[in-house]
């Protein structure tokens, strides 16, 4: 019986050898199960020829047959769309406009997923192959047609296929919505490492959330303000999702709880409400590979999804209040908590989405027939952040009340399962929840988190005796009324292994958020995984002009799947022809930026103009406010010169994006002013071919897939020792947009690969951060006169009602200015007056974002999945045979 990670397997040499799937493993996996007892058992899969009911040899036919028809050829693929429109959506040929023929399009797409879905799932589950789950309350997974287009390989056939068809290949794409499953960087980080997961062979699942509103769907009304509303995309047929309704899982809440003898016995938890989970599958396609891992998000519903009884007895409300109730749970991400049913809401989609997708992997465990002391060496479950912290006591009790495990034994397996990745250092981002409400929720996970609490804070108690306070900082549960759970020491403590996702970061999470922790685990437990984009999506897909002139330049696309190969582009840096070429790829990306802006807000902009892009999430630490403060000084200075001096200055248009949390009131106002900015600039007629500005509605993947092509400088402006990495950055240096920044999250790094010459930063460092807090807190800070200018031509009603913008204003004076905006706006726009100095020399610019798209090999999300995957995860590439 294996015991841990380094230890040796049981498997009798005879049994293992005979094993028949062996030799279609990596060579590799096979030394790894050596070690560690990641790989095969001693039972052995059956043969594939006793597993198909009825005749075997019927079935490998239909398979193959089935295979056959997904030919790649032009005729083939009109064939197989053709299909979908006449028997999948029952339409004639004279009634298929462009969303149908998306979905028949995609559906033929899907087929050849699907196809590639089931060889990998049976040749993973055959092999007994260990798998890594991530845990991610969302993914930002963009469109999915032109990515699993680009994949699979299939682009210019289906482009040819619906050109014979009628119809053009971007009309098409453009009638997708993205997919509601997540909001910002977390979840698109998330989706990045799926896709290289995939792409590098590893076998993996995502389980998630089916939101079926979304976060929400952002408009901007005639004043300006952000206005939510119910986020369509599952208004039409989503074809890349498989619903799963016959593997519904039962997810308890409520009722009455009984620790087991002396608390670490089965106990039980009885009564309550009982939700139906409901898994519907997304397929994720690697790159030009047939591994194709799942993403698994669940959507609830009702136990009861219509009472009769009630109905008939004229109780009509009553009758489907059960399911709706339900329902609720999966409807929006992140509901609002600033109130008490927002945030038992939250809570209940937590506990809902862990409990549900533990249960789908302890099933597929229990199928394997071997001890629970190897649950480790079969899975590997990936904490991303603090939301999917309740696995960890939902996994102890499924062992030790359902499964009758010892709870030391128990607590062992636990650790080896779990790992966590910290997104933040933020104090107050980190998940807190009072006893009270997990109690009412969840009472039998109360007992199980006191108890590990117990254990630990005695094993404490040994190490630093009488240390009150240090126990105080390292309980799970935080003192005061009511009291609190808290989730990110939990989620430490349950771990084998945490992580931050830049060096600066993972640094301060050390030093200034568990530092007691690393004490007492020690400093092998924690370590650092620099975030990464995948070059698929983010260079391949959403700027194939430039892609094709690297491709060309390079003379081959390895790049696509080994980033490092960019650095061959440095040659060509200087190069006057290639620069031409370079510039016009650019040209194009800008002209369609402004295409969009001119389509979506009616607005005409300077076509040459330097692009300015902020586009992120809307939070006071990531500093939007700063931005636009300094695009109202420059309007102001503008406004000073002669019309000669203004066509001397390099012409800009600003673009912001980004939603806010909708019950986050200075966030939001930061998006008002924004927008009326805009509105006086770009009215002002002397200024406008000097200075835009545009705030962009609905902030998405296939946005950003507009955005970032087309920028010249990126601002990344976060206040230092807040952002714990950023991917943006990444996306926009990967594309050749310079980045303006602080020296925050993986700045620091990006400025250490591209060189220090091709970024702009300003700003006070980490370091400085507290005593610059502190002299505010003292009234000990004299504010520029440049940002009193600014503040007071807000407050003189010249970008609209003066007074509304006053709890805005008053974060800088009253709020005591926590982010720092007063202390480094001298600087930022020091830094702004560098980029305009920088950009009048074109080819010296031209090779800056030549020199910083080559060495941004290092933030590869393929180059992030392998870290995790050695360091972490313990678990090798599996290539599948192409005979499998």
């Not at 005591?816 to 007063?822: A, E, G, N, Q, T």
Request: hydrophobic share 40%.
């Amino acid at each position: 019986m294996s015991n841990g990670a380094d230890s040796t397997p049981t498997t009798p040499k005879a049994t293992h050898e005979a094993n028949p799937f062996e030799k279609l493993a990596n060579p590799r996996r096979v030394r790894a199960h050596k070690r560690s007892a990641t790989g095969f058992i001693p039972e052995g899969p059956k043969k594939l020829s006793e597993i198909f009911p009825g005749d075997a040899k019927a079935w490998k036919s239909a398979i193959a047959k089935n295979a056959e028809s997904l030919k790649t050829d032009v005729d083939s693929i009109n064939a197989q769309i053709v299909h979908h429109v006449e028997t999948t959506l029952a339409r004639a040929a004279f009634n298929v406009d462009e969303m149908a023929m998306y979905q028949a399009a995609a559906l033929s797409v899907r087929d050849r997923l699907i196809h590639n879905w089931d060889v990998t799932q049976t040749f993973h589950t055959q092999a007994r192959t260990k798998r890594v789950y991530y845990f991610s309350l969302e993914y930002l997974l963009g469109r999915g047609y032109d990515n699993a287009l680009l994949n699979l390989g299939v682009r210019q056939p289906y482009n040819e296929g619906l050109k014979g068809l009628g119809f053009n290949m971007e009309d098409v794409i453009d009638v997708e919505r993205d997919m509601g499953l997540g909001n910002g960087g977390l979840g698109r980080l998330a989706a990045c490492y799926l896709d290289s997961t995939s792409t590098l062979d590893i076998p993996c699942w995502g389980y998630t959330l089916r939101y079926s509103q979304g976060i929400f769907k952002q408009i901007i009304d005639s004043s300006g303000n952000q206005v939510e509303v119910p986020d369509p995309w599952l208004e039409n047929q989503n074809p890349w999702e498989i619903p799963r309704l016959d593997n519904a899982v039962e997810i308890k809440f409520h009722g009455e709880a009984t620790p087991g003898e002396g608390g670490k016995g089965p106990g039980t938890w009885t009564g309550g409400l009982d939700v139906l989970a409901v898994p519907y599958d997304i397929p994720v396609p690697g790159y030009k590979t047939q591994t194709t891992n799942n993403i698994r998000a669940w959507s609830a519903r009702g136990k009861v999804s219509f009472d009769l009884a009630k109905f008939n007895a004229g109780d009509y409300d009553a009758a489907v209040r059960e399911a709706e109730e339900a329902e609720t749970i999966t409807r929006v991400l992140y509901p609002n908590e600033n109130f008490d049913k927002g945030k038992a809401l939250r809570l209940k989609q937590q506990y809902f989405w862990v409990a549900a997708s533990l249960h789908d992997i302890c099933r597929r465990f229990r199928k394997l027939r071997v001890p629970w002391s190897e649950f480790p060496d079969y899975n590997a479950i990936q904490l991303n952040d603090t939301h999917p912290t309740l696995a960890i006591p939902e996994l102890m009790r499924i062992l030790v009340d359902e499964e009758g495990q010892p709870w030391d034994e128990a607590w062992e397996i636990v650790r080896r399962t779990f790992s966590y990745t910290n997104h933040t250092v933020l104090s107050e981002a980190l998940e807190k929840w009072s006893v009270p409400l997990v109690e009412w929720l969840l009472p039998r996970h109360l007992q199980i988190i006191y108890e590990i609490n117990l254990d630990m804070l005695k094993d404490v108690e040994k190490k630093w005796p009488n240390d009150r306070a240090r126990l105080a900082r390292m309980s799970l549960i935080e003192e005061g009324y009511p009291k609190m759970v808290r989730m990110a020491n939990l989620a430490v403590v349950g771990s084998h292994r945490v992580n931050g996702v830049a060096a600066l970061h993972s640094h301060l999470v050390q030093q200034d958020l568990f530092p007691d922790f690393v004490e007492y685990l020690g400093r092998d437990h924690f370590g650092n995984v620099t975030n990464g984009v995948t070059a698929r999506r983010w260079l391949l897909q959403c700027n194939p002009s430039l892609a094709k002139l690297i491709t060309d330049t390079l003379g081959s696309d390895e790049w696509v799947v080994n980033l490092d190969k960019l650095e061959g582009l440095t040659k060509y840096a200087k190069d006057k022809a290639f620069q031409k070429k370079w510039a016009a790829c650019k040209q194009a990306n800008r002209e369609r930026l402004c295409d969009y802006i001119e389509a979506t807000l009616g607005l005409t902009v300077n076509r040459h103009a330097l692009i300015d892009v902020q586009v992120k999430r809307i939070h006071e630490y990531k500093r939007q406010f700063m931005n636009i403060l300094g695009v109202i000084f420059r309007y102001l200075q503008l406004k000073k010169m002669s019309p000669a001096d203004r066509k001397r200055l390099v012409p800009r248009l600003s673009v912001f994006a980004g939603k806010a949390a909708p019950g986050y009131y200075i966030a939001k106002l930061i998006i008002r002013l924004c927008n009326a900015v805009s509105k006086t600039i770009n009215a002002d007629k002397d200024i406008r071919e000097s200075l835009s500005v545009a705030f962009l509605p609905d902030y998405s993947v296939s946005l950003a897939e507009i955005i970032i092509p087309a920028s010249d400088i990126s601002e990344h402006i976060s206040t230092a020792g807040t952002e714990a990495s950023g991917t943006s950055n990444m996306k926009f240096a990967l594309n050749g947009g310079l980045l303006l920044g602080t020296l925050d999250g993986a700045n620091i790094e990006i400025a250490e690969a591209v060189g220090d010459e091709n970024v702009f930063f300003f700003g006070h460092v980490t370091p400085d951060v507290p005593k610059l807090r502190r002299a505010h807190h003292f009234g000990e800070v004299q504010y520029p006169a440049e940002l009193l200018e600014v503040v007071d031509a807000i407050r003189s009603g010249m970008f609209g009602e003066a007074g509304v913008f006053e709890p805005l204003l008053g974060t800088l004076f009253e709020g005591k200015d926590h982010y720092l905006v007063s202390d480094d706006f001298l600087s930022y726009l020091q830094a702004q007056k560098m980029v305009d100095e920088a950009y009048v020399d074109q080819p010296s610019w031209v090779e800056k974002t030549i020199n910083s798209t080559a060495r941004m090999g290092r933030f590869a999300s393929d180059r992030a999945v392998l870290q995790y995957a050695e360091e972490i995860w313990n678990i090798e590439p599996i290539k599948i045979p192409q005979d499998a």
